[in-house]
């Protein structure tokens, strides 16, 4: 009997001596770290007005950019900002104004990517936008109308050709898209109108 209880007490020194071993080799080790699998960008880069087809020789466009994402060259184009959206002013506005956009639209990121929507907005709220050819037909086209009109009647519509949804890009790749915008009767004379585009996009996985 004596020999048991030494035997049991050798047994449960050799537990303990093997758990303060466990204790002092093992610990909890967390690493934490950074994975960066690239950018996912799509920005125009340029724009003009390709024509401004008027009868009184008094309405102006005036173009400019919002949300800049980066600079860098583009063949054929130097070094330009590459930006979120195009903004189109029209000043001075009256029925059957017509007025042709080119702008160009290029992959900025380091992942490529497919166009997911085009948005055409009036910030100011004056305007709302309906779609008559969803963008994924080259053209497609809508119409803007006074926000609160329950006839809708277009008041500015707007053809864009040349991008539409699920084209791809690369780095690098750029496209030229037009803009072709038509005055309708509703509009307010000698008033100004301001509409912005914006191009969305989506990772493509080959």
């Not at 119409?143 to 009109?149: A, I, K, P, R």
Request: aromatic content about 12%; hydrophobic content about 40%; charged content about 20%.
């Amino acid at each position: 009997m004596k020999k048991i209880g030494l035997l049991c007490l050798a047994l449960v020194l050799a537990l303990g001596t093997l758990g303060v071993g466990y204790a002092m080799w093992s610990d909890e080790v967390i690493i934490e770290g950074t994975v960066d699998t690239g950018t996912l960008r799509l920005g125009i880069f340029h724009a003009y007005v390709e024509r401004l087809e008027q009868d009184k020789d008094v309405a102006t466009v005036d173009l400019s950019f919002a949300g800049p994402i980066l600079e860098k060259e583009f063949a054929g184009f130097g070094t330009k900002m590459a930006y979120e959206k195009l903004v189109v002013a029209l000043n001075n506005t009256f029925p059957c104004l017509t007025v042709d956009i080119a702008f160009y639209l290029a992959c900025v990121g380091s992942i490529p990517v497919h166009i997911a929507g085009i948005n055409i907005t009036d910030p100011s709220g004056e305007l709302t936008w309906m779609w008559e050819k969803e963008p994924t037909f080259s053209p497609c086209y809508g119409y803007f109308y006074h926000t609160g009109d329950p006839d809708k009647e277009p008041v500015i519509t707007v053809t864009l050709g040349g991008l539409k949804i699920c084209d791809q890009y690369h780095w690098c790749d750029w496209d030229k898209a037009d803009l072709i915008i038509h005055v309708e009767q509703p509009a307010k004379q000698n008033h100004e109108y301001q509409f912005e585009v914006k191009v969305i996009g989506e990772q493509w996985a080959e």
